[in-house]
């Protein structure tokens, strides 16, 4: 009898010591799996800072500075993770013209699956549509159709991402929407807030072939049409410097009408000659990716400066 019972408790502990070894490796997986999760997430926070913080302007102009607390989380969140989701969705579609473009991207150094990819992008999909709907049903469709033009940017049947200016439209389009969703969240699409979101448009719009600039080599590869590759490099950098200027003057012309302070044209007319200076010597420095990409990193920093300007002229 004792030796039956001995036996037993022998099997017990082997069924024990079995079953914590299959949870630690399971704890260990998952913490490996978080961690590539958030490595990825990592290395697209800064872009889709950008779109989050235009929707934190159009919240502050059409709520006229006082935005409640939790519309203002609440609308934060769902943009972060809405364009957190179509830059990882963007890096899926482009993992094999990354190669060339950004060796260094996660996704292509193997350091995260494009299983998990797909996964974090339907979760941050599911995050920002479920806190949109949260907000109201306009700010709900706007992400609506925020995730369709991400599905239409970078599903391979559409590529609206490999269609010459469309692209370009496309991702100006999106920022469109992050400020329009701002606007709705507050309960006020004013015509203070459309105007904010056709200069964030137009500034898009100029500032993205920079970027495109870098990945000269790779797209042109690929077969696809981007503005620089249509139009060259150096008329690419010409055109943004011209946008610029021009952005400026529309400003000096109907800041006053519109109802913005006198802030507006000071602030953002510093910006924009930042930004000239920021492109200006690509016209010699084009052919160089790196030098290219310092360049761009500064054009960001510039875009939460403009739409900072926008807010701050609207008091």
């Not at 934060?76 to 473009?101: G, H, P, Q, R």
């Not at 306009?138 to 991400?150: G, K, M």
């Not at 590529?159 to 200016?165: G, P």
Request: charged share 15%; proline share 4%; with cysteine.
């Amino acid at each position: 009898m004792v030796k039956k019972v001995r036996k037993y408790q022998i099997k017990m502990n082997s069924t024990d010591k079995h079953a914590g070894y299959e949870n630690s490796r399971s704890n260990i997986f998952l913490v490996g799996y978080s961690w590539r999760m958030l490595r990825l997430a990592k290395s697209r926070v800064s872009r889709a800072s950008v779109f989050t913080w235009a929707t934190f302007t159009g919240l502050i102009i059409g709520s006229q500075g006082r935005p409640t607390l939790s519309i203002l989380l609440m609308a934060l969140t769902s943009t972060f993770f809405m364009s957190l989701a179509v830059y990882v969705l963007n890096d899926i579609a482009d993992l094999e013209v990354d190669m060339l473009n950004a060796p260094s991207r996660p996704l292509v150094t193997g350091a995260v699956f494009r299983k998990e990819a797909f996964i974090l992008v339907l979760l941050s999909n599911g995050i920002g549509l479920s806190v949109a709907l949260l907000i109201n049903l306009p700010a709900f469709l706007v992400d609506l159709a925020v995730l369709l033009l991400s599905i239409s940017y970078s599903a391979p049947r559409i590529a609206l991402k490999d269609r010459f200016l469309i692209k370009t439209l496309s991702i100006g389009l999106g920022g469109a929407l992050a400020m329009v969703f701002g606007g709705l969240a507050a309960g006020a699409l004013n015509s203070r807030v459309l105007y904010a979101t056709i200069i964030f448009f137009s500034f898009i719009f100029v500032s993205s072939p920079i970027n495109d600039l870098a990945d000269y080599i790779g797209d042109k590869m690929q077969g696809r049409r981007t503005i620089p590759i249509k139009i060259g490099p150096k008329p690419t950098v010409k055109l943004a410097m011209l946008v610029s200027i021009s952005l400026f003057g529309f400003t000096l012309c109907s800041f006053s009408s519109l109802g913005f302070n006198l802030l507006a044209p000071i602030l953002t007319g510093l910006v924009y000659s930042a930004a000239l200076f920021s492109v200006y010597p690509l016209l010699k420095h084009h052919k160089d990716p790196k030098y290219v990409r310092k360049r761009h990193k500064r054009i960001v920093i510039l875009h939460l400066l403009l739409q900072a300007s926008l807010a701050l002229g609207s008091f």
